[in-house]
């Protein structure tokens, strides 16, 4: 039987153990036009990503701004994240992330496309940019600092250069993590697609050569960041690089929430190694202070993940949440949220219905699935989305005013206000405006009602009144 989260197989990724995060949220998220973040901002990012338990991050050291930032995180002495550097590939660059103290590890951008290497940097030949990136990372070896060689735009190289050039690179530093850039997202997760997109075939090449520590920098060019990212970590990768929202140059970078949700969720041997409880408040953070806008459906932290409207989804959520939920909302600090529009059905208006009227009356109200009331709303909520330009589901107000209208009578002293068993009573305003509303076929209707005092009850058994 799969009926429950625990019962789900585990998808068994070859060395899963091996797998590490290294945050770039402050690095290349930063990058992203409009983005500009203040040293508090960097701060609390770096604690968001130490309650999610990242191993590293990577940021630039060119100012003090950024070098003062990154002093600031690591006094927090936190184990992790790690804060790492990120330099060019010169001796200049790479002295400035020696300036700051504590910095033991630096990437190096290694650009090996032709429009890179030709265009971009002007250089003239492969062999004068390998040896540009050779002697950069010995700079950084003989400097005591670990590296990670960062081969830039390499799914749109040549393999007849990329290869050979990272021979030597692991010569130089046999610790050396290469970072796969996908720049612009050209990469494939297909097992055979070939050199520069495919990514498994580069990641297997790669480990044949010797390579020990593999990264997967991928961009959302093509919108498969995450495909080829975890495609890079089944074949042999040990690092993903990744932002918080996946903010980053243009369409972005694979998300840091997604892979983690997935690991944590999928993958046999993460349950406890990240944590996502805070990653909703992290979302609503970045919102706020940093001014991004999440997209209401956005995987893992979009304000609609737990948010059910559709008449066979509430219906099967009531009843299990695990029909339609893909991990439970507490994972991530996130909500259930039941919501009536005009997809839903008759379970969902019950549900929320009671916990109105119960609201309204005090006590626990239970209301059967049949109670031809809620079919009356439900009838009522259809006309609303049949004659009106309405898009917004039935607010909570709204929803009150069915249940005082079905459910709600006002005592009258003076008259007789209730007949029989489940008559509704219809405030005087509403049954004026809506005549055509009350189902007078179904629902039974007293018309003479007075708008004097109003109190709440339930009508299920309530015993007629004389004058
Ligand atoms: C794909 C990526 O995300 S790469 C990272 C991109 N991020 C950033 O650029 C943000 C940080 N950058 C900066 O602060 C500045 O660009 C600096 C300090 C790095 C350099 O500033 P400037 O010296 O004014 O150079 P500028 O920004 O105009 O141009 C970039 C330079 O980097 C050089 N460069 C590009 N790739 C490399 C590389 N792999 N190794 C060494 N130099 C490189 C370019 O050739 C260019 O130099 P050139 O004009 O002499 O040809
Ligand atoms: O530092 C890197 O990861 C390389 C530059 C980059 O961000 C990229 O290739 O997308």
Not at 302 to 315: D, K, L, V
Not at 375 to 393: G, L, P, T
């Amino acid at each position: 039987m799969m009926r429950t989260y625990e019962d789900m197989p585990k998808i068994k990724l070859p060395h899963a153990k091996d797998i590490k995060i290294s945050d770039t949220t402050i690095r290349d998220g930063c990058q992203m036009p409009g983005i500009v973040m203040k040293k508090n901002h960097k701060l609390k990012i770096f604690e968001y990503l130490h309650d999610m338990r990242i191993e590293k991050l990577e940021t630039f050291v060119y100012n003090e701004r950024d070098k003062d930032a990154c002093r600031a995180m690591m006094d927090y002495g936190y184990e992790f994240p790690e804060v790492t550097g990120w330099a060019r590939a010169n001796p200049a660059d790479i002295d400035e992330v020696l300036k700051v103290d504590g910095i033991r590890e630096t990437g190096i951008l290694m650009s090996v496309s032709d429009s890179h290497v030709f265009d971009k940097m002007g250089l003239k030949s492969y062999e004068e940019a390998e040896t540009k990136y050779l002697n950069a990372l010995q700079y950084a070896v003989d400097h005591g600092l670990k590296t990670r060689c960062h081969i830039e735009d390499s799914s749109r190289a040549n393999y007849d250069f990329v290869y050979p050039f990272i021979e030597k690179l692991i010569e130089i530093d046999p610790n050396t993590i290469i970072r796969i850039c996908d720049t612009l997202g050209y990469g494939v997760p297909f097992p055979d697609a070939v050199e520069p997109y495919g990514i498994p075939i580069v990641v297997k090449k790669l480990k044949e050569m010797g390579v020990k520590h593999i990264e997967m920098h991928v961009h959302d060019d093509f919108g498969i960041s995450m495909g080829n990212t975890l495609a890079g970590l089944w074949y042999g990768a040990d690092w993903a690089s990744l932002t918080f929202l996946g903010i980053g140059e243009r369409a972005g970078n694979t998300e840091l929430e997604k892979i983690v949700a997935f690991l944590i969720t999928r993958v046999e041997g993460f349950e406890d190694r990240y944590s996502l409880k805070k990653v909703t408040e992290f979302a609503e953070y970045m919102e706020r202070e940093i001014g991004l806008r999440v997209p209401r459906n956005k995987s893992v932290v979009g304000r609609n993940i737990f948010s059910h409207e559709s008449g066979i989804h509430t219906a099967g959520i009531i009843k299990n949440p695990f029909t339609y939920e893909p991990f439970p909302p507490e994972l991530v600090g996130g909500k259930r949220n039941l919501m009536i529009g005009d997809t839903s059905g008759t379970e969902v208006i019950r549900i929320k219905a009671e916990e109105t009227l119960s609201e309204l009356l005090g006590i626990k109200a239970q209301i059967e699935k049949g109670d031809i009331r809620i079919k009356a709303i439900h009838k009522d909520i259809q006309k609303m989305y049949d004659v009106e330009d309405r898009r917004s589901c039935v607010s909570d107000e709204e929803l009150k005013d069915f249940v005082r209208k079905y459910y709600v009578f006002q005592v009258d002293d003076e008259e007789e206000v209730l007949q029989e068993e489940y008559t509704p009573v219809v405030e005087k305003n509403t049954h004026i405006m809506n005549p055509e509303r009350v189902p007078l076929d179904e629902v039974p209707v007293k018309k003479n009602v007075s708008s004097k005092a109003e109190k709440v009850a339930p009508v299920k058994k309530v015993a007629s009144k004389k004058k």
